[in-house]
């Protein structure tokens, strides 16, 4: 293979993977499975390809008039490579790193650290792809080679060693035990000291007290999957949020759920249904770090939509799409 379509193809395996990392984030089940065998066949061909790419590097490095900065390649070489080596461990079973750690967060970390060094790499090296390149591409002899490469990929990810875990890759971790249940913020909040009887929440413009929400018992059983790699099925208990909003006026489209920590999550109007505030897990009150007073249950979606520590809850006239895909916090 060329080095020009060799440098292609890495361009494209990379923004694949990228891609669809953040995909599976945002699924969740089996829709988020389907993204992550795309994923990791994009992981194994960047693998595939690196024969091919050290020829490209090492004519590189070993030339007189070597590029200027060419230790940023090879950082990010290395990147990647910490970044497979953990998505591997994860899939291989060995997700749990130690402390708060999991192999996933150093995937994630590792693949977030190398953009930069990634988007710099191409920016610098200017690829001008030739109009007869392309039409190469669309013969027969590059469609079996496609093949024959794509069939490499799938058969490595059969033969990879894959341990058992949920659709989107999580493992199992305290389910019914609440208190085993990793108490996991999305990247810098922190748990705040929120007093239970003098806890107030603002709800469609109405303040409800810790008390009057302790009262309900609406319950709901289901998973919360956090992207960190582990998933736990508790029987929350709260109460509904439509119970507590009514019917939502035509005028509003979102539901915009804010914690006292500033962190917040916008939902769809027509989703007002699923919702629960929880202030129980498994019958027992949520202790601090799992969002005491009260948190939002959020079920199917992962559980970086599931607000701790809610401040307030407010029927919004912007759409939901009106927010990051990803919390900034
Ligand atoms: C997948 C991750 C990649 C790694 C680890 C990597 C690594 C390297 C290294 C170590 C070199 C030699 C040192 C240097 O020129 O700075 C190099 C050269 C180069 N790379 Fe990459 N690269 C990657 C992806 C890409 C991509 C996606 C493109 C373009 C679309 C690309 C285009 C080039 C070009 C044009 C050269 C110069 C070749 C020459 O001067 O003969 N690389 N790469
Ligand atoms: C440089 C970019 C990336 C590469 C090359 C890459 C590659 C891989 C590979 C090879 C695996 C192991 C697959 C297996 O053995 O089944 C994996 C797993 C995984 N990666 Fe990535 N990844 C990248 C970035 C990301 C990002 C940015 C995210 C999320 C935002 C992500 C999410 C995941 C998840 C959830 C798994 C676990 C899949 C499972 O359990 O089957 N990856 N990745
Ligand atoms: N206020 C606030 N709520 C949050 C987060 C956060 O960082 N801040 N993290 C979310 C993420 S990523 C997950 S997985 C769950 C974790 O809930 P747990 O700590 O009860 O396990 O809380 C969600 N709610
Ligand atoms: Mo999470």
């Known amino acids: ?4 379509r060799t440098n292609l193809a890495l361009l494209f395996l990379l923004a694949l993977a990228f891609l669809t990392g953040w ?23 960047l693998l595939l390809l690196v024969p091919w790419k050290s020829l490209i590097a090492r004519r590189a490095l070993s030339r007189r008039r070597r590029p200027r900065v060419w230790w940023a390649s090879l950082l990010l070489g290395l990147g990647l490579a910490i970044s497979l080596a953990f998505g591997f461990l994860h899939s291989a079973g060995r ?15 590792a693949a977030i650290c190398i953009l930069p060094f990634a988007v710099w790499h191409v920016l610098a090296r200017p690829l001008r792809v030739r109009r007869a390149e392309v039409a190469a591409l669309l013969t ?14 799938a058969g490595a990810l059969l033969v990879l060693p894959q341990a058992r875990r949920s659709p989107s890759g999580s493992y199992e971790l305290g389910s019914f035990a609440p208190a085993e249940m990793p108490g996991t913020q999305w990247m810098f909040d922190s748990v705040p000291v929120v007093s239970g009887d003098a806890a107030v929440l603002s709800v469609g413009g109405r303040r409800v007290g810790y008390g009057e929400l302790a009262r309900f018992s609406d319950t709901v059983r289901c998973q919360l999957d956090c992207t960190g790699g582990w998933y736990a099925t508790q029987d929350w208990e709260g109460v509904w949020l439509s119970r507590l909003l009514g019917p939502a006026p035509a005028w509003a489209r979102s539901i915009l759920v804010r914690s006292v920590t500033g962190y917040s999550r ?5 989703s007002l249904p699923a919702l629960l505030l929880a202030v129980r897990a498994g019958s027992l009150p949520l202790d601090p770090a799992h969002g005491f007073p009260a948190r939002l249950v959020a079920p199917g979606r992962r559980g970086f939509w599931w607000v ?22």
């Not at 701790?308 to 916090?329: H, M, N, T």
């Open 140 to 153: 027969r002899r590059s469609f079996l080679r496609l093949g024959a490469f794509g069939a490499a990929a």
């Open 23 to 45: 995909l599976a984030f945002a699924f969740f089940g089996w829709p988020s499975r389907l993204v992550l065998v795309v994923h990791a066949l994009a992981g194994i061909g």
């Open 95 to 109: 997700w749990y790193v130690g402390g708060d750690l999991t192999a996933m967060e150093f995937h994630v970390g």
């Open 266 to 270: 916008r939902f769809p109007v027509e």
């Open 308 to 329: 701790k520590w809610v401040s307030s809850v407010e029927l919004d006239a912007l759409p939901d799409w009106w927010q990051p895909p990803f919390p900034l916090q």
């Open 1 to 4: 293979m060329g080095g020009r």
